[in-house]
């Protein structure tokens, strides 16, 4: 049996996630945006690492389309989703960002990655000194609710190839003590907002929107359905 985070060069991914979740892009560019306008960040050059299909670049490219784009993947299969892309000067790679010499990017994007990853810390670390800034878009599966269930941790795990799963706070945790400095964070509201919503989040919303009125961390620690967005420095 092929592990988890083996999917994305054996064609696996692809197989069960025949989009490769495109329709989020417009949502995720969207977040990227706010948290960097709310920051004062305008930057002149973004790079994606674990870009997929590139549409959150070609997104961004909508909004911004003055400055540079470069995406990296190392799954072969999310080559044929680019074509569309490259258009509107947007470069791709299918490589191990890691493994690459390149410029120093203004903004460097991880967005729904180092949770498919073995070893996040080595990871994250070797992410350092490659940009001025980190955006990074973390899920959030691990709730008193998924637990209790499980299924829906077994499900993201065979679907999508999560391997760890985070809290708001153990998230947070992990970049720090990966070396980096949280320079602001929030959450997306993606059980209200976001594309992909299925019959069973829909109908958690009235009970979501309750607690996390109340209490915001406590609400998502318990019932889930929620995203965090950070942007980062090195430190």
């Known amino acids: 049996m092929s592990k988890p985070f083996e999917s994305y060069e054996s064609g696996a991914y692809l197989a069960n996630n025949p989009s490769w979740d495109e329709e989020d892009s417009e949502w995720k560019a969207a977040q990227v945006m706010k948290i960097l306008d709310n920051n004062n960040i305008a930057p002149e050059s973004i790079v994606e690492v674990g870009c997929g299909a590139g549409g959150v670049l070609a997104s961004l490219h909508e909004v911004l389309p003055d400055i540079s784009y470069t995406g990296f993947d190392i799954a072969p299969d999310t080559e044929q989703f680019w074509e569309k892309h490259r258009t509107r000067g947007i470069k ?5 960002f890691l493994n ?3 410029d120093h990017f203004d903004v460097l994007l991880l967005l729904d990655v180092f949770e498919h990853v073995p070893d996040p810390f080595e990871f994250l670390a070797g992410l350092r000194e490659r940009a001025d800034y980190y955006v990074f878009h973390i899920p959030l599966d691990l709730s008193a609710i998924s637990v209790a269930r499980e299924i829906p941790l077994l499900n993201v795990r065979k679907k999508v190839g999560h391997i760890h799963y985070y809290t708001k706070g153990l998230a947070i945790s992990l970049l720090e003590e990966s070396g980096y400095q949280i320079v602001d964070w929030c959450y997306t509201g993606a059980a209200f907002s976001a594309p992909q919503s299925t019959w069973k989040s829909r ?7 309750l607690l996390f009125a109340i209490n915001r961390d406590f609400g998502v620690r318990l019932l889930g359905g929620d995203t965090l967005m950070v942007l980062a420095k090195a430190s």
Do not use: S
């Open 92 to 96: 791709f790679y299918v490589k191990d």
């Open 100 to 102: 690459q010499k390149t």
């Open 203 to 209: 109908l958690a919303i009235l009970p979501r929107r």
